[in-house]
């Protein structure tokens, strides 16, 4: 090899290195006028180089104008087609090979198995075992371990194996990794043991390699004698450790060994921290957060997307969407996981209408989304009842084929039912080509959701029959169905089988629902004993829903306990007072009323003002009380009370029990005409095109007044109404509501 060669061969490589295509093309012009023969060495190298720089014209033309090409000649030009997945050309130029070595039959095997052409690596490795048994190394074996990992092709790996034994590659740390991690891969994580207990040599790669392959089975104690039983350790040893522990739920001892692993001087990269910040928002250990995003800070790696996306993700698990979103507007680099990220954190604390708003800015800055931000936006739209917004991400789901990602089906169900249309979630659920207990659980919600009892238990049983297992959030719609429908002992016996033999361990929600069955049922006794007998006490959901079914009852004793126990748990929360003034304004004990209002005023409780909202064209209408600011007042009124003289003919009597003020019956009954969700149905009955559903949101319990007008306003103007406010969606049609008059 001539000096100048040499000299031309280096810069190559720094034009590689700087990809610099111009000035590799201006090289190859100079040789080309002042050598006459370059040598085929060079010639190769000028190949690598148009391959690295992503010009496979100029690298084939290269090759064709070699005159004698020799076997690095061949394997240069089959190594851009494998790694370019441009398969039919690599098989031609590895059948017009004159001669092959291993790297041609890797690269073959390779570029099928890197492209999804599985089978024909398979054929490829076959012929190599047949035609060049010779050729076969470490890099072979390894490929072909990886795909049978990757195809879960348990079978072929074992032949493998007793090849790579029969051929002496036995004990080669090269081989002996990748074995292990698809024995681990395919569930047989014993025969993984096995072979690494009978290696005499380890090195720290392959004790890596058996701890995450522990880890992935769960067996995480054997995963610690292992860790603690290495002589040598790396960054990676400690990360694997650090990230086992995380996925298996120990998030606690992920955070003790990461301050181990800083203890003992190991350095940390992207995996490390986006494990330990995994664990640190699973554990809601904000305080411990804040001191590793210190630490990033100051180890250089508060620029890296990876580490970023886990920052947002855990500042936003710890309720802190404030500091999520300054760690994410600091990002200098995002990708489609730190958008996910920060949407799915708003989603997660309440800000469904950000999380839309941040989607469609992920849009405009370019990065198109996968199947999981689409589910998670799709998800967001159900939280707010927006079915105009969750059909545009139907249609976009359709129109980029992430409809077939089961997560995006499975979010559409869910809006779909949220909003009240079964039929379209039905249809959905019908079309999936794959259904798991999710798809199932939630067509089973939607219909529990809107009071469709017999199909919510019958979808339960079919699913049950097909060997699917029920989660803990199935049993809440089936509990949630056998409350809607009165089914008091079917609703026991369910939750007694959750228990008993699903296993599962009954979380605030369930006991909610078993108070909600009892208590619709007039069983307050009964409640109050099951409450009693509970190893918690319930939450604040639980104690507005036995307040609300004494209410519905006029059982002031229990309604009292609950009452207090409401209180007692959140002092500050109006909701107690609000559902207590209601049930002694229904006995007409005004003098309690007043009494809750001075204790409201004594402890700087302030009842939240009532708005009602509805979406039309694009645009959000909001109304308060006896509004006066919207633009279409003299239509609203006047449609309200057309609307009224309607209700009273068909036997509406105005529940005076929801005005809490002890004042004339005239002015209650004109306090009770303009709350703010009657205003927004007017709006919607006004504006909303007929035959499709009035959608309105209000930001608290829906009054008892308003909840029984629109059951008579439904039903006199044959449209269906939806609304959603704070405890649950109300679907009003023919004059009832899915709730079954229980919220």
């Known amino acids: 090899m001539s000096s100048s060669s040499n000299y031309c061969v280096s810069l190559l490589k720094l034009c590689c290195e700087s990809q610099n295509q111009t000035q590799a093309k201006k090289l190859h012009c100079l040789i080309l006028k002042t050598i006459i023969h370059p040598e085929t060495f060079f010639l190769n190298n000028l190949i690598s180089t148009y391959s690295k720089l992503g010009n496979l014209a100029y690298a084939h033309r290269v090759f064709d104008h070699i005159p004698q090409p020799n076997l690095f000649s061949w394997n240069a030009i089959l190594s851009i087609y494998s790694k370019l997945g441009r398969l039919s050309q690599m098989q031609q130029i590895f059948d017009l090979m004159p001669f092959r070595d291993g790297a041609s ?75 292990m991690d698809m024995y681990a891969k395919l569930g047989l994580i014993y025969d993984a043991k096995q072979y690494y207990d009978g290696m005499p040599e380890r090195n720290v790669v392959m004790c890596n390699t058996m701890i995450i392959g522990l880890m992935r089975r769960g067996m995480v104690e054997e995963s610690k004698r292992l860790f603690h039983g290495l002589k040598e350790r790396d960054s990676i040893s400690w990360t694997t450790m650090i990230s086992g522990l995380m996925q ?167 809006l779909y039912g949220k909003c009240g ?52 959030v199935t049993f809440i719609g089936v509990l949630l169905a056998c409350s809607r429908a009165g089914l008091v002992e079917k609703g026991l016996q369910y939750f007694e089988s959750m228990i008993k033999e699903q296993g599962i361990i009954p979380i605030p929600d369930h006991y909610t629902c078993i108070i909600d069955l009892l208590g619709r049922a007039g069983r307050l006794e009964e409640a109050r004993n099951f409450i009693n007998k ?43 007072y609000v559902l207590l003034s209601s049930l002694y304004a229904a006995k007409g004990k005004w003098n309690e009323v007043a009494q809750l209002r001075r204790g409201m005023r004594d402890k700087r409780v302030k009842k939240e003002p009532g708005y009602s909202w509805i979406k039309y064209k694009g645009k959000v209408h909001v109304f308060s009380a006896d509004d006066q600011s919207s633009p279409f007042l003299g239509q609203i009124y006047a449609e309200l009370e057309k609307l009224n003289c309607k209700m009273i003919e068909e036997g509406y009597i105005p529940d005076m029990s929801s005005v809490l003020h002890d004042v004339e019956e005239s002015e209650k009954i004109k306090m009770l005409n303009h709350h703010s969700e009657k205003l927004a149905i007017a709006f919607g009955l006004i504006f909303v095109p007929p035959g499709l559903p009035i959608r309105v949101i209000k930001n608290l319990r829906i009054c008892g007044d308003c909840h029984n007008a629109t059951k008579f306003i439904s039903k006199i103007t044959q449209r269906e109404i939806l609304v959603r406010d704070a405890v649950r969606f109300h679907l009003f049609k023919d004059g009832t509501c899915s709730c079954g008059d229980f919220w």
Request: glycine fraction near 8%; include cysteine; aromatic fraction near 10%.
């Open 105 to 179: 039959w890797n690269l073959a095997i390779s570029g099928y198995a890197n492209y999804g052409s599985s089978t024909d690596a398979v054929g490829v490795y076959k012929l190599m075992l047949k035609d060049a048994a010779m050729n076969l190394n470490q890099i072979t074996f390894s490929t072909m371990l990886i795909l049978c990992s990757n195809c879960r092709w348990m079978d072929l790996g074992r032949q493998i194996h007793g090849q790579i034994l029969k051929f002496g590659f036995g004990c080669y740390v090269f081989v002996g990794s990748p074995l």
């Open 248 to 414: 298996n739920g120990m998030g606690r001892e992920a955070v003790d060994m990461f301050r181990e692993m800083r203890f003992a001087g190991f350095t940390m990269d992207q995996f490390t921290f986006g494990s330990v910040l995994t664990a640190c928002g699973s554990l809601l250990a904000l305080g411990e957060g804040k001191q590793i995003h210190a630490y990033v800070i100051r180890t250089d790696h508060k620029d890296n997307v990876f580490v970023g996306s886990a920052l947002v993700d855990m500042y936003s698990k710890c309720k802190s969407i404030k500091s999520a979103e300054t760690v994410f507007k600091r990002m200098t680099q995002k990708n489609v996981v730190s958008w996910t990220a920060m949407l799915v954190g708003y989603g997660q604390n309440g800000f469904s209408e950000e999380a839309v708003k941040i989607f469609f800015e992920m849009q405009r800055n370019g990065v198109e989304p996968d199947d999981f931000t689409l589910g998670s936006v799709i998800s967001s739209c159900a939280n707010l009842a927006s079915l105009e917004e969750g059909a545009q991400f139907h249609c976009q789901a359709l129109v980029s084929g992430l409809i077939s990602f089961i997560t995006v089906s499975n979010a559409l169900i869910t």
């Open 421 to 472: 249309s079964m039929e379209d979630s039905y249809q959905l659920f019908v079309e999936m080509n794959t259904r798991d207990e999710v798809s199932w659980t939630a067509l089973l919600a939607g219909y529990a959701q809107f009071g469709k009892a017999n199909e919510t238990i019958d979808l339960f049983e079919r699913m049950l029959a097909i060997g699917l297992k029920p989660d803990g």
């Open 534 to 576: 509970m190893p918690c006490h319930p939450d604040v959901v639980g104690w507005a829903t036995l307040l609300s079914s004494c209410r519905v009852h006029g059982d002031m004793e229990i309604g009292k306990w609950a009452a207090d126990s409401l209180i007692e748990l959140e002092p500050q929360n109006p909701a107690s």
